[in-house]
């Protein structure tokens, strides 16, 4: 069996994806034209070629415009279905799914609308693909305190569709400080918490996503290297870290793949898991995802299949759940 077959062949788990990041350029053109909203480029190709970033804001700029063709519940719901499919076509059989409300509601389109798209298409896919699933709502954190509760309140009717609530968008600059009074409340209504952390931003930015948010694990948390006692508390604690490696690539946060730390990692016993964050974007889904990473840095199939546990473990699932699939 080659690498790219063991890799197809072994159950994985997605843990950070965000719904609006798989938007390919052919749907997008489509919902445009059936929303009569104008596009700035004239084809998939024009699209493609301007996804070139020197940084994570290059990107979210481009990101975020590419979302504002999303309106109705029917729009969530194909872009939702399309990334199902491509996940169950490279043996993902859970994936836990980030949206972004905020990119949504600040255009006037309902929360409902949002969410609901989103749910249908998780619920086809558990009925017709096997695939299971939870949502998590990210507050974009160079928004307001103030805007993010509002938004944790839009999200109190739909508690049962969402396990947890997470922090994206702009890194330095918007500490998880800003948000641990929201973190606190959302927490006090039943939801789990993860954030992103170490992407751009400083170790410190981690510490405060453990200590201020309380979070589960810790999306991206590459700079945790840089910090011994935090290296300790992450293996002691066995706390995820979900690694992007692509997304890595393209934002400019490795310059190569052959010098991700990755493989660091993993020598210190880090609990990393490996996953496509914005795959429509970064030129791969998880099956890319681990393929180029494993051939970058030599992995073994020993360690793929450990990477693969690890997410099985990392995900939100119940221990009897987890076992079924480990
Ligand atoms: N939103 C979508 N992808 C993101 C990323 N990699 N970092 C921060 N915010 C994001
Ligand atoms: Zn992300």
């Not at 990101?63 to 063709?69: F, I, K, N, S």
């Not at 840095?297 to 221990?319: G, H, V, W």
Request: glycine share 4%; with cysteine.
């Amino acid at each position: 069996m080659n690498l790219e077959q063991y890799i197809l062949s072994i159950p994985k788990a997605e843990l950070h994806l965000h719904i609006e990041g798989s938007f390919e350029p052919e749907l997008m053109f489509e919902i445009a034209k059936r929303n009569q909203i104008a596009i700035k480029y004239k084809s998939v190709e024009e699209v493609k070629a301007a996804y070139k970033f020197g940084n994570l804001q290059d990107f979210l700029d481009i990101y975020y415009a590419g979302a504002g063709v999303l309106q109705n519940e029917q729009d969530f719901y194909d872009l939702t279905w399309a990334y199902l499919q491509r996940a169950h076509s490279e043996n993902v059989v859970h994936t836990e799914i980030f949206f972004d409300p905020q990119t949504h509601t600040d255009r006037g389109i309902a929360f409902a609308t949002v969410i609901n798209g989103i749910d249908r298409a998780l619920s086809d896919a558990k009925q017709k693909l096997g695939i299971s699933s939870k949502i998590i709502l990210c507050f974009l954190r160079h928004l307001s305190e103030e805007a993010a509760f509002e938004t944790l309140a839009q999200s109190l009717p739909f508690k049962d569709k969402i396990i947890a609530v997470g922090l994206d968008s702009s890194e330095v600059g918007f500490p998880p400080e800003k948000f641990e009074r929201v973190f606190a409340k959302a927490r006090e209504e039943g939801f789990l918490t993860v954030a992103h952390a170490g992407e751009e931003g400083p170790a410190s930015y981690i510490w405060q996503a453990l200590d201020l948010l309380k979070v589960s694990r810790i999306d991206h948390g590459n700079t945790c290297l840089t910090d011994k006692k935090l290296i300790k508390r992450l293996v002691e604690e066995q706390i995820p870290l979900t690694v992007c490696p692509l997304s890595n690539l393209s934002l400019r946060v490795v310059s190569d793949l052959k010098l991700h730390p990755l493989k660091q990692m993993l020598a210190k016993d880090l609990m990393v898991t490996i996953n496509s964050d914005d795959p429509a974007y970064f030129g791969g889904y998880i099956l890319q995802n681990y393929l180029q990473i494993a051939q970058a840095l030599n992995l073994t199939f020993d360690e793929i299949s450990l990477l693969a546990q690890n997410s099985i473990k990392a995900s939100f699932l119940s221990p009897k759940e987890k076992a079924e699939l480990l």
